[in-house]
C-alpha cells in the first residue's frame, strides 16, 4: 500500500465563526473514525497558524532561523491526514470526503517509496 499525504489548504484571515467550527470539526472527527474504520489512517493533525512557525534556511554554511510563515501567501497549510490506500483512485476518494468535511482545497500526494520498499 501506498502512503499519501491529504494537505488541507486554509485561506488566511480569522477562524469561522463557532456555529460553522463546530459542525466542521464534527465532519472530521466522523471521517477520521471512517478512516481508522477502514484501516486507512496512518495520522492526522491540525497545524497552529504560520504565524506560529519558525523557518530554518541554509546559508552559507550557517541556518538563519526566522519567525513566520515561509513564504507570504493568501492560503496556508491548516492540517493534514496521512492515509494508506491501494491506489490513487482511492486515495482521491478520501480527499474528496475531506475537502467535503473542511470545505477547504486539499492536495493528494503520494509519498516517495524508499529503498527497501
Known amino acids: 500500500m501506498t502512503q499519501y ?4 489548504y ?4 480569522p477562524v469561522p465563526a463557532p456555529e460553522i467550527l463546530e459542525g466542521i470539526i464534527e ?3 466522523a471521517l477520521n473514525q471512517e478512516l481508522r474504520a477502514a484501516g486507512a489512517l496512518v495520522f492526522a493533525g491540525g497545524l497552529h497558524p504560520p504565524e506560529q512557525a519558525t523557518v530554518l534556511r541554509p ?3 550557517e541556518v538563519l532561523v526566522s519567525d513566520g510563515p515561509f ?3 493568501e492560503n ?4 493534514f491526514t ?3 490506500a491501494p491506489d490513487l ?4 476518494g478520501w480527499g474528496r470526503k475531506l475537502a467535503a468535511a473542511t470545505t477547504l482545497p486539499i492536495e493528494v500526494r503520494p509519498f516517495q517509496q524508499g529503498p527497501e520498499d
Open 5 to 8: 499525504l491529504l494537505s488541507v
Open 59 to 61: 546559508k552559507g554554511g
Open 10 to 13: 486554509q485561506p488566511d484571515g
Open 89 to 92: 483512485d482511492t486515495a482521491l
Open 27 to 29: 465532519d472530521i472527527d
Open 82 to 84: 496521512i492515509i494508506e
Open 76 to 79: 496556508h497549510l491548516g492540517g
Open 71 to 73: 513564504a507570504q501567501a
